[in-house]
């Protein structure tokens, strides 16, 4: 049984896509993948003579992932430089005889084609950036419209142009941004602007899955995979994005053994469902976004390093409206057209409005501003939303998001906006907590997911007293 235990262990390290290594407890290396000879610049059977000390001190490897997971005991994951010049991302992990550490197994990628692709784009965003600083034209004849809405403030021009840009490739697109700068509308245009329009858009929010429907959801299932499954089986999210754009949003919320999953699709190209024995091919262009700090995420340990690395090709980073008040009137006359559209009135902004909607800061950005301009809307009994309207609506919701204290808006002297909104945010969940019977309760009474409602209470130190 050893000798074909051996023979399999030894195809898969001749056979892996990865660059493995295996390592005894006192660092020597007692077997590498073929591929390693041409990321860490030596034949097999130097680095086999060789010991993980050896290879980080001569800079053939820094720092040496063996070493870390020798000292710690635990799995390790760290950025690598090589002596060849490539970087890579490599991973360690701990194997473990008679209660003693043994071995250390470990896997790298090289992620140096990345790096170039990534290091080419941001080079090319800051020549065009430069360019429109120095009063030159956009350098595409087309129109610059998003949704029938015209760009003019020069921050989003260029998030237009880059998009555009990288519209008919099929790179892996990262948008970030505040919550509600737009960030889905801007993952529909690119994929209108791309060659898949044709082919689905699929947008799927990774906060309001719960984490045990998770795999279900994305991968499908074959018949009987589970109890309660559905007779004829299902095709998962990723099955039905074939041939089109997968749109990932909160991609931050995505639990750790799905980001896992989703990297091997990635690098892959295949989905096995559950229950079943057979890989599929699937075919997509991958957007994500997240209002998250990603890289602050892979250094909490809650995102892994090398998915993030794989996401983030083409970073876009949507501006927010208080920094781009140029779009406030095109934004607004839109939503005002799809209001008398949708409620069958034609009712005008009056000229007074202007002012009170230009000064605002718009914390929500546009989601808040599409809010606002239909609460305004609803509460205007004429045909005219005037100055009074609009500030009503500004003033009310300042004084829904915001305290009474004595100080400046509304806030007390010391106090941030980010104190503020939590505080606020804290007492209408403490109050629902004695009204509702569950969490579900509350998710379906704020609009947002249960996992999302469960987070904010644990933030809190809140729990469900009814």
Same mark, same amino acid.
């Given at each position: ?43 097999? +059977? ?23 997971? *020798? ?30 550490? $043994? ?12 790096? &170039?692709? /990534?290091?080419?784009?941001?080079? !090319?965003?800051?020549? #065009?950036?430069?360019? &429109? ?5 956009? *350098? ?5 419209? *998003? ?8 921050? !989003? ?12 490739? +099929? ?29 689905? #858009? ?21 018949? =009987? $995979?589970?109890?309660? $499954? ?9 099955? /039905? ?5 997968? #749109? ?7 639990? &750790? ?5 989703? !990297? ?38 809650? #995102? ?52 009170? !909607? ?46 009474? +204290?004595? =100080?400046?808006?509304? *806030? ?29 309760? &509350? ?24």
């Amino acid at each position: 049984m050893t000798d074909i235990n051996t023979k399999v262990l030894d195809t898969i390290i001749d056979t892996a896509y990865d660059h493995l290594f295996l390592t005894d407890a006192a660092g020597r290396v007692l077997q590498v993948s073929p591929g390693s000879a041409a990321v860490y610049g030596m034949s097999q +059977d130097e680095l086999c003579a060789s010991t993980a000390q050896e290879l980080e001190q001569r800079g053939i490897l820094s720092p040496s992932v063996t070493l870390e997971v *020798l000292r710690t005991g635990r799995p390790a994951q760290v950025m690598q430089n090589t002596g060849t010049g490539r970087r890579v991302i490599a991973e360690g992990y701990p194997v473990y005889w008679n209660g003693k550490l $043994a071995r250390v197994i470990s896997r790298s990628r090289d992620l140096t084609d990345l790096q &170039l692709l /990534q290091d080419e784009y941001a080079l !090319l965003q800051q020549r #065009f950036s430069e360019h &429109l600083k120095r009063g030159g034209a956009p *350098l595409l004849d087309d129109a610059l419209e *998003l949704d029938n809405l015209e760009v003019r403030s020069s921050l !989003l021009r260029e998030v237009v142009m880059l998009l555009k840009r990288v519209a008919s490739t +099929d790179a892996t697109v990262m948008m970030l941004g505040e919550s509600g700068v737009g960030k889905t509308a801007f993952a529909h245009q690119l994929h209108r602007w791309s060659q898949r329009s044709r082919e689905p #858009f699929i947008d799927v929010n990774c906060a309001a899955i719960p984490e045990t429907l998770f795999e279900s959801e994305m991968f499908g299932y074959q018949p =009987g $995979a589970f109890s309660g $499954a559905a007779r004829q089986g299902k095709a998962g999210i990723l099955e /039905q994005a074939q041939g089109g754009t997968l #749109f990932l949003d909160e991609i931050g919320e995505l639990p &750790l053994a799905m980001q896992t999953k989703l !990297l091997k699709v990635i690098q892959d190209g295949s989905i096995t469902r559950l229950g079943d024995t057979r890989s599929r091919r699937v075919d997509f262009r991958l957007v994500v976004a997240t209002n998250r700090d990603l890289a602050q995420q892979v250094e909490e340990g809650s #995102f892994r390093l090398d998915l993030y690395y794989r996401l983030n090709v083409i970073p876009v980073t949507i501006p927010p409206l208080r920094e781009r008040r140029e779009d406030i009137p095109s934004l607004v006359e839109l939503q005002l057209s799809r209001l008398n559209q949708r409620y069958g009135s034609q009712k005008i902004l009056h000229p007074s409005a202007w002012p009170e !909607l230009m000064n605002n800061d718009w914390p929500g950005n546009v989601r808040e501003l599409e809010n606002w301009m239909e609460r305004s809307w609803l509460s205007t009994p004429g045909d005219q939303i005037g100055a009074s309207d609009s500030e009503m609506q500004v003033k009310a919701s300042r004084s829904a998001g915001l305290a009474e +204290d004595e =100080g400046v808006g509304g *806030l007390a002297p010391d106090q941030s906006l980010k104190a503020a909104l939590e505080s606020y945010e804290r007492e209408i969940l403490a109050e629902l907590c004695q009204q509702l019977p569950s969490t579900y309760a &509350l998710a379906k009474r704020l609009a947002i997911s249960q996992p999302s409602v469960v987070r904010k209470l644990q933030k809190y130190g809140l729990r469900i007293t009814r």
